[in-house]
């Protein structure tokens, strides 16, 4: 089940919080951990038996670790068994075939492969369960003794597939306590519609556009500016769907009181790789942070050192996203970038017009999405030389048509991707309401924006499910990881 459909929207979002709404405080983590079981049962049933396995078994272990008068000997060995079973999990159903397929093209080996599907929301909820048992490890967390309200923290349904990845010590204290106001359940709504329809009426539309461009395979005759519209389609499409869904998480959140953090921060205003990885896929890199990079010691060894561990983060976040050596690639070379940033090139962009480092940003950040919309090598040489004029095209008819046919919502896509103030009643006197010194009518534009804040976010929310209604392309990218 996924966010982004009529079966959510129309019949289990409404029953869960009516139902939510009518119970008592004693049963409402009860009540979420069922729900969410039924709506990670929805897709894949079978895998809700491992989901809960590593929930026992981290539950297990966080109590075990937060015993009074265990060695330091001792707790280590609790938290490389934690550490054992999650990565365990995770690496034989996430890169089992990947690592047979490479033995036999290697070795000649003929060592079937299991052919397992992905579960869904692993690698998230994997990630989760490792953050409470280091924390409880560092004594920087308590071990949680209610096994529903902990087993409700890994299976959360709000964020349980694809994130924000949410450390233990977030929600912690909301897990026992959290209430929610009408401001609250608003702003949950607001959030979620907003997600809806970047997801819907952006990456699903802009997702056309990649996937006409994409689905021929061989690119060695493709213009060089179809090459660069369809790759410029994807990174709108992966932001939009990707960013839409974090949303519709935070919201979801907001309406069950819970505040998750931030997952993204206008990503395509960057004027740097490091800039941009500040503002992508937060809770991804926060995670990385202060679970893989400080731990190595972080920034506090020297500098080659902290090039090394900014290498080793990077290859870790290439492989967390896929069994696949595009992946690989595609974190290497965001490392490369990051560590070369780091040695000469900030200070040189410091020096630049903002225009020309965002446009640095861009074509760097373009260059990655093909790396990691390819599984191929020979398909992302092919892409890259076609952006580069290998074809000896650099336009056609198919291209004039993709452009007029896309200007309206390439705008849109840019506009919505830019960083905008967003209108208060305390800013119409900016533009021409009147206001009082002591907080009185503030004018008649301030006075409507409740009224247009409603008017459109209802606009929105109905254009989204007019959509769905016809859809028959609604993909969600993030799934797969």
Same mark, same amino acid.
Not at 181 to 196: H, K, S, V
Not at 329 to 353: N, Q, V
Not at 445 to 460: C, D, E, F, K, N
């Given at each position: ?5 009529? %079966? ?70 609790? %938290? ?239 492989? +967390?996203?896929?069994?696949? +050596? ?85 705008? %849109? ?45 209802? %606009? ?22």
């Amino acid at each position: 089940m996924v966010f982004s459909s009529l %079966l959510f929207l129309f019949l289990f979002l409404p029953v869960v919080l009516l139902l939510y709404n009518l119970s008592p405080w004693r049963v409402k983590n009860l009540l979420l951990f069922l729900a969410s079981l039924v709506f990670y049962a929805w897709g894949e049933p079978i895998y809700i038996l491992l989901m809960l396995f590593s929930t026992l078994a981290d539950y297990l272990f966080g109590l075990i670790l937060d015993k009074p008068g265990r060695s330091e000997r001792s707790r280590k060995a609790v %938290l490389a068994s934690s550490v054992i079973v999650n990565l365990g999990m995770l690496g034989f159903f996430k890169y089992a075939d990947f690592l047979i397929g490479n033995v036999n093209a290697l070795l000649g080996t003929s060592i079937p492969p299991t052919d397992l599907p992905l579960p869904i929301g692993i690698s998230f909820y994997t990630f989760q369960s490792m953050s409470y048992i280091i924390d409880i490890y560092r004594r920087q967390a308590k071990a949680q003794r209610n096994w529903i309200d902990f087993a409700t923290f890994v299976s959360l349904f709000p964020q349980l597939v694809a994130g924000p990845i949410v450390q233990y010590n977030t929600v912690a204290k909301q897990l026992r306590e959290r209430r929610v106001d009408a401001a609250m359940f608003a702003e949950g709504i607001r959030r979620f519609t907003i997600g809806l329809a970047k997801k819907v009426l952006l990456a699903n539309n802009i997702g056309l556009l990649w996937h006409d461009v994409s689905s021929g395979g061989g690119f060695e005759g493709l213009p060089a500016l179809t090459a660069w519209l369809g790759i410029i389609a994807f990174a709108f499409q992966i932001y939009f769907d990707f960013s839409g869904y974090s949303d519709m998480a935070i919201g979801l959140g907001l309406m069950f009181g819970f505040r998750f953090n931030e997952n993204f921060n206008k990503p395509y205003t960057a004027t740097s790789m490091t800039d941009f990885w500040r503002r992508w896929h937060i809770s991804l890199g926060a995670w990385f942070r202060d679970y893989v990079y400080i731990p190595l010691g972080g920034n506090r060894l020297g500098l080659p050192k902290q090039l090394r561990n900014i290498l080793i983060v990077w290859l870790l976040t290439g492989i +967390w996203h896929g069994a696949s +050596w595009n992946f690989l690639l595609w974190g290497l070379y965001f490392g490369i970038i990051l560590i070369a940033e780091k040695l000469f090139m900030l200070r040189l962009l410091r020096g630049l017009p903002r225009w020309i480092s965002h446009l640095y940003a861009i074509a760097l950040i373009l260059v990655g999405w093909v790396l990691f919309a390819f599984e191929e090598t020979s398909q992302i040489m092919a892409y890259l030389g076609a952006m580069f004029g290998g074809s000896g095209v650099w336009a056609d008819r198919h291209t004039g048509y993709l452009l007029y046919t896309n200007a309206i919502l390439l705008v %849109l896509l840019v506009l919505a991707s830019l960083r905008w103030r967003r209108l208060r009643p305390d800013s119409a006197a900016a533009l021409g309401g009147s206001t009082t010194e002591k907080g009185g009518d503030t004018g008649s534009l301030s006075s409507l924006y409740p009224l247009v804040g409603l008017v459109w976010h209802a %606009l929105l929310l109905l254009m989204s499910v007019a959509y769905l209604v016809d859809a028959t392309f609604n993909p969600f990218l993030y799934f797969r990881f």
